[in-house]
């Protein structure tokens, strides 16, 4: 019998395998897709603060990012450069693949083209039901760990229930020239309630994407078209679209189970990144099932704790990201070029190099909305903006 079984091999279940593998625990780590996985819809951005804090200097990076254009609606841009690297953009399948084979190298033991079907649980143990290759099994473990993304059924499966909001995400592969720093557009022509990017990853590619409520695909295509006719792109390949959870799962745990990563909405609100916080999931899910395996207790009420801590650490975070999304989604294209003009013009920019966090936004966002203008344009009274409170 195994202590743990990790499904999912995306940054949240392969980081919480190398965790527990460390610890000497016995880990079983299953993926459906074969690895390494053939393209993965996602930009591989990851800031510094995750590079360090879980030591991902061996991870080969494509490109450095320290500064960003941001595009209005009218087409008035506004330059945002770092003095240093603000993140690093990475090939997410070899992301993937590094932070997979790093888990195994601790001791954790791993199948790929092993889907989960179901998942029993009972007084004494967790039964995982795999499908592999034509063949069925079960395997045991003393505890389990959903990692299998948004929308995994195995949530439900196991009477939780996913995050109900969620934002469609498009994406494709551009290949030509002068794909020289990250663009970011916004507008509800291009990306309504949202934004979209263009990204250089080097030797003449780059990734156009974009996030929106619905029709990801229409407004993708309308950027591409629009971005055809301003730069040189001469080919375009890969475009895949794909959903990504808006807000916190109600609970992410239950006896012998816990939820980590996507599967729990353990992704900023502001960019839907969701590397960073899976990550971070999943370092508090292995403190958690390392006293539960020592205690030998896997109730619902050890594992509550892991609910406590990960929503104390994400929780204030992701719930004003809601509130600001939200917000702006009601802003018109010409209050959106306001907003340019208020942050060119009125002396922001000391502002936001001060409280500028890749990973955490919720101190830049109470900084400017300090400023009458910026709470004037969005219609914000001070006291609306309580991120303490989980709604
Ligand atoms: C277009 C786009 C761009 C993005 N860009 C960024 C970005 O730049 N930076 C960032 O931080 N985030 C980004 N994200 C979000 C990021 O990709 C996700 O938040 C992240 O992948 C979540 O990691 P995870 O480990 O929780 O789940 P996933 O990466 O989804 O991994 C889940 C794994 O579980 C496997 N699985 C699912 N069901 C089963 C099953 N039943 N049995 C076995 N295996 C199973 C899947 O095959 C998958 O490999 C982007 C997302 C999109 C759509």
Same mark, same amino acid.
């Given at each position: 019998?195994?202590?743990?079984?990790?499904?999912?091999?995306?940054?949240?279940?392969?980081?919480?395998?190398?965790?527990?593998?460390?610890?000497?625990?016995?880990?079983?780590?299953?993926?459906?897709?074969?690895?390494?996985?053939?393209?993965?819809?996602?930009?591989?951005?990851?800031?510094?603060?995750?590079?360090?804090? =879980? %030591?991902?200097? +061996? #991870?080969?990076?494509? &490109? /450095? @990012?320290?500064?960003?254009? $941001?595009?209005?609606?009218?087409?008035?841009?506004?330059?945002?450069?770092?003095?240093?690297?603000?993140?690093?953009?990475?090939?997410?399948?070899?992301?993937?693949?590094?932070?997979?084979?790093?888990?195994?190298?601790?001791?954790?033991?791993?199948?790929?083209?092993?889907?989960?079907?179901?998942?029993?649980?009972?007084?004494?143990?967790?039964?995982?039901?795999?499908?592999?290759?034509?063949?069925?099994?079960?395997?045991?473990?003393?505890?389990?760990?959903?990692?299998?993304?948004?929308?995994?059924?195995?949530?439900?499966?196991?009477?939780?229930?996913?995050?109900?909001?969620?934002?469609?995400?498009?994406?494709?592969?551009?290949?030509?020239?002068? =794909? %020289?720093?990250? +663009? #970011?557009?916004?507008? &509800? /022509? @291009?990306?309504?309630?949202? $934004?979209?990017?263009?990204?250089?990853?080097?030797?003449?590619?780059?990734?156009?994407?974009?996030?929106?409520?619905?029709?990801?695909?229409?407004?993708?295509?309308?950027?591409?078209?629009?971005?055809?006719?301003?730069?040189?792109?001469?080919?375009?390949?890969?475009?895949?679209?794909?959903?990504?959870?808006?807000?916190?799962?109600?609970?992410?745990?239950?006896?012998?189970?816990?939820?980590?990563?996507?599967?729990?909405?353990?992704?900023?609100?502001?960019?839907?990144?969701?590397?960073?916080?899976?990550?971070?999931?999943?370092?508090?899910?292995?403190?958690?099932?390392?006293?539960?395996?020592?205690?030998?207790?896997?109730?619902?009420?050890?594992?509550?704790?892991?609910?406590?801590?990960?929503?104390?650490?994400?929780?204030?975070?992701?719930?004003?990201?809601?509130?600001?999304?939200?917000?702006?989604?009601?802003?018109?294209?010409?209050?959106?070029?306001?907003?340019?003009?208020?942050?060119?013009?009125?002396?922001?920019?000391?502002?936001?190099?001060?409280?500028?966090?890749?990973?955490?936004?919720?101190?830049?966002?109470?900084?400017?909305?300090?400023?009458?203008?910026?709470?004037?344009?969005?219609?914000?009274?001070?006291?609306?903006?309580?991120?303490?409170?989980?709604?």
């Amino acid at each position: 019998m195994f202590d743990a079984i990790i499904i999912g091999s995306g940054p949240a279940g392969s980081h919480a395998a190398y965790l527990l593998a460390k610890m000497r625990y016995k880990v079983l780590l299953i993926e459906g897709r074969k690895t390494p996985k053939q393209s993965i819809n996602c930009s591989g951005i990851i800031g510094l603060e995750a590079f360090r804090e =879980f %030591d991902l200097w +061996d #991870v080969p990076v494509l &490109n /450095r @990012i320290n500064k960003f254009k $941001f595009i209005s609606p009218s087409g008035k841009p506004f330059i945002y450069q770092s003095d240093s690297d603000l993140a690093f953009v990475v090939d997410r399948s070899g992301f993937d693949y590094y932070l997979t084979s790093r888990a195994i190298s601790a001791g954790a033991s791993f199948l790929d083209e092993s889907w989960v079907r179901k998942i029993l649980i009972d007084e004494n143990e967790v039964n995982v039901c795999i499908q592999s290759k034509g063949r069925s099994y079960k395997l045991r473990a003393k505890v389990g760990v959903i990692a299998a993304g948004y929308s995994s059924p195995l949530v439900e499966m196991v009477g939780l229930k996913s995050p109900l909001r969620f934002i469609e995400a498009a994406q494709a592969d551009v290949y030509g020239s002068g =794909f %020289d720093h990250t +663009d #970011v557009y916004l507008g &509800n /022509r @291009i990306a309504p309630g949202s $934004f979209a990017w263009l990204i250089p990853l080097g030797n003449e590619r780059g990734l156009v994407g974009l996030t929106t409520e619905k029709n990801s695909v229409q407004h993708l295509q309308f950027l591409l078209n629009k971005l055809k006719a301003e730069k040189n792109i001469s080919r375009v390949t890969n475009l895949q679209h794909s959903v990504i959870p808006l807000g916190l799962i109600p609970k992410a745990f239950t006896r012998r189970i816990l939820v980590v990563g996507e599967a729990a909405g353990q992704v900023k609100t502001t960019t839907n990144g969701g590397i960073y916080y899976g990550m971070i999931g999943a370092e508090i899910a292995a403190q958690v099932l390392k006293k539960a395996i020592q205690k030998n207790r896997f109730d619902e009420e050890i594992l509550h704790q892991y609910d406590q801590l990960w929503r104390a650490k994400l929780g204030p975070e992701i719930q004003l990201g809601l509130k600001l999304r939200e917000m702006y989604s009601h802003l018109s294209d010409s209050k959106i070029d306001m907003l340019f003009s208020i942050v060119s013009m009125d002396g922001l920019l000391p502002l936001i190099k001060k409280n500028l966090n890749f990973d955490w936004h919720k101190g830049l966002i109470l900084s400017l909305i300090t400023k009458p203008l910026i709470r004037r344009l969005f219609g914000i009274k001070l006291q609306n903006v309580d991120c303490t409170q989980e709604s």
